[in-house]
């Protein structure tokens, strides 16, 4: 992503963060799709706050919701994780600060990195009314300045994916496709945003 996009993406995310009310004080989930589940659950089990990180497929049917079949393109799933947060630590506000930021490239149109088809678009599914009216206010703001955003706010259930998927960034640290892809991630984690960073 151009250099002034991610900064108006930064800026304009910390702008709406910092004015969003005060979340009530239990544990909220998330669900974000933004490419490969294996960086976004990666990204985010280094947050503080952020107690659980499921890697799964959203927007789609129960009966699809395997690795196999999604990877066929054809269920309408997205790669997705589902973030369970304290709220009182790190708000919603925040991991979409960092989602957009940080976890994947949001101006990217059914594609991240190497990887290329709609399973792996960039799109939000709210869990409840504040979540969906916080990330369409982000949404909003940075197309008015400019970025192109391609993330859309969808709806639908979340479903885990298989075991083997499950925390596989801190189980092989050095596979090749997380060595390339995922761990600049989670250092440009580290750099930007020390304040939330889990080791």
């Known amino acids: 992503m151009h250099f002034l996009a991610r900064t108006a993406i930064v800026a304009t995310i910390a702008a709406t963060a ?20 294996w960086g976004m659950e990666a990204v985010f089990e280094h947050v503080k706050g952020v107690t659980d990180v499921v890697s799964g ?3 789609g049917s129960a009966a699809d919701a395997s690795y196999d ?28 600060q960092i989602y957009f930021s940080v976890a994947h490239d949001p101006t990217q149109v059914n594609r991240q990195g190497p990887d290329v088809g709609p399973s792996y678009r960039s799109a939000i599914f709210p869990q409840n009314a504040q979540q969906r009216a916080l990330a369409s206010r982000m949404i909003a703001v940075l197309k008015g300045r400019g970025v192109r955003v391609a993330t859309k706010l969808e709806s639908g259930g979340f479903y885990p994916a298989e075991a083997y998927h499950q925390d596989f960034e801190r189980k092989h640290p ?10 600049p991630k989670l250092a440009a984690l580290k750099r930007k945003y020390p304040q939330w960073w889990k080791a």
């Open 174 to 183: 050095t596979y090749p496709y997380i060595v390339v892809n995922d761990l």
């Open 57 to 59: 497929f959203a927007g």
């Open 69 to 96: 079949k999604v990877s066929s393109e054809g269920t309408r799933h997205a790669e997705a994780v589902r973030i369970t947060y304290d709220p009182s630590r790190v708000s919603y506000a925040q991991l979409l």
């Open 18 to 37: 910092s004015a969003a009310p005060a979340p009530p004080p239990h544990l909220q989930t998330a669900v974000l799709a933004g490419g490969c589940f």
